[in-house]
Nanobody, 119 residues
Framework: QVQLVESGGGLVQAGGSLGLSCAYS????????MGWYRQAPGKQRELVAT???????NYADSVMGRFTITRDNAKNTVYLQMSSLQPEDTAVYYC?????????????WGQGTQVTVSS
């Protein structure tokens, strides 16, 4: 089992910045691919960014150049730094861990943290 706890959400004006953190515990491993997803009201959950065990990153086109995902394996924490925020970034942001198993990977999710960007 893996437990994920997000923090850092809140209200910010358009053009502002906000940082999210996700502390993971339990069946932790630096081999896990970590990521951030978001879900806006009435929309499906979508990928924001992922970071592999080796530090390779992947971003949604909509956040490329504005968001940065990093991880600190010593602290079992993954971060998402968001800048130039826009109202369309408003969503609940979820931390995700993809844990390798003998059957493939298992997804674990945090409880989510609300990010609201006002215009």
């Amino acid at each position: 089992q893996v437990q994920l706890v997000e923090s850092g959400g809140g209200l910010v004006q358009a053009g502002g910045s906000l940082g999210l953190s996700c502390a993971y515990s339990g069946r932790t491993s630096s081999r896990n691919t970590m990521g951030w997803y978001r879900q806006a009201p009435g929309k499906q959950r979508e990928l924001v960014a992922t970071i592999s065990s080796g530090g390779s990153t992947n971003y949604a086109d909509s956040v490329m150049g504005r968001f940065t995902i990093t991880r600190d394996n010593a602290k079992n924490t993954v971060y998402l730094q968001m800048s130039s925020l826009q109202p369309e970034d408003t969503a609940v942001y979820y931390c995700n861990a993809k844990v390798p198993t003998v059957f493939g990977t298992t997804d674990y999710w945090g409880q989510g943290t609300q990010v609201t960007v006002s215009s």
